[in-house]
């Protein structure tokens, strides 16, 4: 008896385990994944703290008679935007009848905090619980049994599509519900406990919202308490779009140059007002912390330090598994930096190229390209002249399978240093003098997938030449997959002013800004 009872045992204990594993398969499978830890508010910020917290393992907003909320407060998710998503988490609410909360997605977070946009509608007394609402612009939706088709010139046409006060009885009060939210382009669906309360399709080009924050709304009123946990955010394959990711890595030198997070802002904002069939995403100062930043990429551009200190040292196998998924990789400057060895070949895998130390060499020129390729990344861009930090005789794939050269040059002489140092002199590079270099180029792997290295980009103004910001653009338009269009992407040049926000450290007023639009001017004239 003894026996049967331990076989028993081990055979519950078994079980269990399969139990644990396929349901930790299913749910990766699911591509699900949590974005709230249940013990912090790290990754989430309010502009008043003091509304919110954490207990038992959930986000916790109070209203009370010694702290009211006399404006509705936000506390927003600042790892990541949304895109296209499902949403899954759990809420519940306490309070009088007035209580009031609310989920706002694809949102724009104004200085005061207060998120404007779409919002899954949660209250107590069921007048919107379920309902869609767009926060400080059109008002409501779709409410709580309703779906709605926006036109393109805002009118709504409504629908039914469940009974209202049965989607109300099916939630429960003062307990945890299940609230479950998918956006796929234009098309937003809302359910609670299992049952779809509202649809939108919103054709509104002028209104609706693509992107934007994640935040949780404590409205304004009577004491009230509401609660959110296991809240798990999966990324879709963007609709009719191509999703671009820019990685922009933390400061590092003088102010103006190495503006790793102003050029990723510059190239995205570009990318998002010319190209319809694109969506760029910007992670600033460092490698993203959103557990989901990759997951419905098209491409990735990471532009940053490079060496020992590259901000992907230690995500090579997570590159290199979005490289081998056909993901876009592009390395911009210092980014085609990485040490030689496992890295490096990690980097040849990708983009076809890097610059190898006492290999390559990263001297300050003016560089001439006078050659034009017949090739998608150079459509539309004209000769041209630039001085930057051209990094040059990259360590490329053997006889440059699947590499075509973008922009060449020929380094002056005084680049050719004698010596044999990590960075700027090799006996191989000295005996160069007069020969053709390629300093950016395009990469076809052989199993799918495209890689683009640009090493120009160490000065911020220099994003204002037009062929050479074209050139950039093209080459993530390309790497996404999609055709570069026949006079290359379109972009405004940068005023000044767009030049110098958000840069990592104040102007230190020594600039000449005037000399500098002039020079400019004069790029973009001949």
Not at 51 to 72: H, L, M
Not at 409 to 435: F, L, Q
Request: glycine share 10%; hydrophobic share 35%.
């Amino acid at each position: 008896m003894m026996r049967m009872n331990n076989l028993r045992l081990v055979w519950i204990v078994l079980f269990g385990l399969l139990v644990f594993v396929v349901s930790d398969v299913f749910a990766e499978e699911a591509g699900f994944k949590p974005i709230f830890g249940g013990k912090t508010l790290d990754g989430w910020k309010s502009p008043n703290m003091s509304y919110w917290s954490v207990t038992d393992g959930a986000i916790t907003a109070r209203s009370t008679e010694q702290n009211p909320v006399k404006a509705n407060q936000f506390l927003t998710w600042k790892l990541g935007e949304l895109d296209d998503f499902e949403l899954k988490l759990k809420y519940r609410m306490s309070g009088t009848q007035a209580a009031n909360s609310g989920i706002q997605i694809r949102s724009r977070v104004e200085a005061d905090g207060h998120a404007i946009g779409y919002q899954a509608d949660i209250d107590m007394a069921g007048r919107y619980a379920g309902a869609l609402y767009d926060e400080r612009a059109r008002g409501m939706l779709a409410e709580r049994g309703q779906k709605t088709i926006i036109g393109s010139d805002g009118k709504m046409t409504h629908s039914p599509l469940g009974d209202s006060d049965a989607l109300m009885n099916n939630i429960k009060k003062d307990d945890w519900n299940d609230y479950h939210i998918i956006a796929h382009g234009n098309r937003i669906v809302l359910k609670l406990n299992g049952k779809v309360t509202a649809e939108v399709i919103d054709g509104d080009e002028k209104n609706a919202d693509r992107s934007g924050a994640l935040a949780l709304q404590l409205h304004s009123g009577p004491p009230m308490t509401v609660q959110f946990k296991d809240i798990q955010l999966k990324r879709l394959k963007m609709n009719q779009k191509k999703k671009i990711v820019l990685i922009a890595g933390p400061p590092s030198h003088s102010y103006g140059t190495h503006e790793h997070n102003a050029g990723c802002l510059l190239l995205a904002k570009a990318l998002n007002d010319n190209m319809p069939n694109v969506y760029a995403a910007t992670y600033q100062s460092g490698w993203p912390k959103d557990p989901t930043a990759f997951d419905n990429a098209d491409a990735i551009a990471i532009y940053c330090d490079g060496g020992g200190g590259h901000i992907a040292m230690r995500h090579l196998e997570q590159v290199d598994k979005l490289a081998k998924n056909n993901v876009g990789i592009a390395l911009i400057h210092y980014a085609v930096e990485l040490p030689k060895g496992k890295p490096g070949n990690y980097a040849l895998d990708w983009i076809g190229g890097y610059f190898e130390t006492f290999w390559s060499v990263n001297p300050t020129f003016e560089a001439e390209f006078t050659d034009i390729p017949d090739h998608p990344i150079a459509r539309g861009v004209k000769p041209f002249s630039i001085r930057d930090e051209w990094y040059y005789h990259m360590r490329f794939r053997e006889n440059m399978e699947n590499v075509t050269p973008i922009l060449t040059a020929i380094p002056p002489d005084r680049t050719h240093r004698k010596g044999n140092d990590a960075h700027s002199a090799n006996p191989i590079v000295y005996a160069r003098m007069g020969k053709p270099e390629h300093v950016a180029w395009v990469y076809e792997r052989p199993g799918g997938g495209r890689g683009f290295g640009f090493t120009g980009g160490h000065d911020q103004i220099n994003w204002a030449h037009n062929d050479f910001r074209k050139t950039v653009l093209n080459g993530l338009v390309w790497i996404a997959g999609l055709d570069v269009p026949a006079d290359g992407v379109p972009s405004e040049t940068p005023t000044i002013e767009q030049l110098r926000a958000n840069m990592d450290t104040p102007d230190p007023g020594s600039w000449n800004w005037d000399r500098i639009r002039e020079k400019i001017e004069n790029w973009n004239s001949r």
